[in-house]
């Protein structure tokens, strides 16, 4: 006879697309894996970042895409998987797989260019003293988060005045929890009370001045009326009195130079002026 055959004639095609059975490893389906429900919602927690995805066929010849190991980024992660029967028909199972958002509010590395901090930095540790010179107005922090999803600000870093300031470094985790480092700025007033430099208009004190030495004897063998006394303080926080003009009488003249530090110590500086009036 001249019949004809198709390839698949005598084999039936199975519309079976089912899944026999559905596994995320070491993970729990909700609802239970069940071959007619085809969304599962499936919770992980933030440090899991794959899972491996298992499946059994129902037919031998049935095809599945989607299965294996799946990536996940915090929140909600859609895997489809495609179960598709020897016959084309197709059956679609929709997983939700979400993976909870960090709640690490700790910063990795934090430090402060002014000053060393007081305990070391440690990620659980939260207050830190701290000592810095009175020039210092702000503090240069490099603060850096351990978790990348992690934000921080910083508040009161700004201004210093003499004596106890504080500064905070907010973290703000994924999922909004907060933790906060303290930094207790304590600005130390300068006890600087030296002069840099002691002149006077008619006498050459370049070569006799020294920050340390506290008394000077001056002999001027002509008769002068008035000197001029200038005076600089080493550090510009200090305050320097009783230079200007003074007129000098004959005999002996005592001048002295008090410079006050910024913290209230003083220091003086006597100019002790002989006029001999010989000349």
Not at 26 to 41: A, D, G, R
Not at 78 to 84: D, G, I, P, R
Request: hydrophobic share 30%; aromatic share 6%; charged share 20%.
């Amino acid at each position: 006879s001249n019949t004809t055959t198709t390839p698949n004639e005598g084999k039936t095609l199975s519309s079976n697309n089912y899944l026999s059975s559905l596994k995320v490893e070491n993970q729990t389906l909700t609802p239970e894996f069940n071959k007619v429900i085809s969304n599962y919602i499936i919770n992980v927690p933030n440090d899991v970042d794959n899972v491996n995805i298992e499946v059994t066929k129902e037919h031998a010849l049935t095809t599945v895409s989607g299965d294996g190991n799946a990536k996940l980024n915090t929140g909600t992660n859609k895997v489809n998987l495609v179960s598709t029967a020897s016959d084309g028909s197709v059956q679609i199972y929709e997983l939700y797989i979400i993976r909870a958002k960090s709640n690490d509010a700790t910063l990795k590395s934090l430090d402060v260019l002014e000053s060393e901090l007081n305990p070391s930095f440690d990620p659980e540790t939260e207050k830190y003293n701290l000592d810095v010179n009175s020039k210092i107005t702000s503090l240069n922090i490099n603060a850096v988060v351990n978790n990348p999803k992690a934000t921080y600000k910083i508040s009161g870093n700004n201004g210093f005045t003499l004596g106890q300031n504080k500064v905070t470094i907010t973290v703000t985790a994924e999922n909004g929890t907060k933790k906060t480092y303290t930094l207790n700025v304590n600005k130390i007033a300068s006890s600087n009370n030296y002069l840099s430099s002691l002149t006077i208009d008619k006498y050459d004190m370049s070569g006799i001045f020294n920050k340390e030495t506290e008394e000077y004897n001056i002999v001027f063998e002509d008769k002068i009326p008035s000197i001029k006394v200038s005076a600089t303080p080493e550090d510009s926080t200090a305050k320097v009195s009783k230079t200007g003009i003074y007129n000098i009488k004959t005999g002996t003249n005592k001048i002295k130079i008090i410079v006050t530090a910024e913290d209230g110590s003083t220091r003086t500086y006597t100019l002790n002026i002989f006029q001999t009036g010989n000349k």
